[in-house]
T-cell receptor, first 111, second 118 residues
């Protein structure tokens, strides 16, 4: 069974640009979560999507947004990139009543 | 709000030594508790979990017991191996309920780097 897959693995963007990160959940999982792992700051919850709707949002500015598609895959968009957005972005999937399984992450570097 | 505090690292041990990584939490209600492990260059893997007080989670020789009275979930292993070298994260989630919250919405501790030498 395929795990959570994220693309791209690495992404380099210039300050002010937009970044789009993608996530495919484990087959059958309806919930997708996004986390930011910035250096020295641990893992911070960003967004939770379930059945196509945003269910919860962490303490991040509105330029962090996303969506979930009918096939339950998800996109995370980061607008107006800032240097401090450089981080590993982890996607996880689950059913709402089961534990989350994580992908390998997308390393975003803003220069 | 919810929070998780892990012992400061890094932790360096010799192979076959005993491991303890302390984890305490603050939460409303009765959360579920998890330990995740992150090997170099990889995402997070669920190591073990406990969903109610006095539950013991165990996997691959690692154990942790949900202690409500001390709000703790310390990770232990009797004999570590070089292959256990990784970053360990303690995490909690509120109880899952339909349309409300989810086991996947996690609050993480800051992580503890473990290095095991031969």
């Amino acid at each position: 069974e395929a795990g959570v897959t994220q693309s791209p693995t690495h992404l380099i963007k210039t300050r002010g640009q937009q970044a789009t990160l993608r996530c495919s959940p484990i087959s059958g999982h309806t919930s997708v979560y996004w986390y930011q792992q910035a250096l020295g700051l641990g893992l911070q919850f960003l967004l939770w999507y379930d059945e196509g709707e945003e269910r919860n949002r962490g303490n991040f500015p509105p330029r962090f947004s996303g969506r979930q598609f009918p096939n339950y895959s998800s996109e995370l968009n980061v607008n107006a990139l800032e240097l401090e957005d450089s981080a590993l972005y982890l996607c996880a999937s689950s059913l709402w009543y089961t534990e989350a399984f994580f992908g390998q992450g997308t390393r975003l570097t803003v220069v | 709000g919810n929070s998780v505090t892990q012992m400061e690292g890094p932790v360096t041990l010799s192979e076959e030594a005993f491991l303890t990584i302390n984890c305490t939490y603050t939460a409303t209600g009765y959360p579920s508790l998890f330990w995740y492990v992150q090997y170099p260059g990889e995402g997070l893997q669920l190591l073990l979990k406990a969903t109610k007080a006095d539950d013991k989670g165990s996997n691959k020789g690692f154990e942790a017991t949900y202690r409500k009275e001390t709000t703790s979930f310390h990770l232990e292993k009797g004999s570590v191996q070089v292959s256990d070298s990784a970053v360990y994260f303690c995490a909690l989630s509120e109880k899952a309920n339909a349309g409300g919250t989810s086991y996947g919405k996690l609050t993480f501790g800051q992580g503890t780097i473990l290095t095991v030498h031969p």
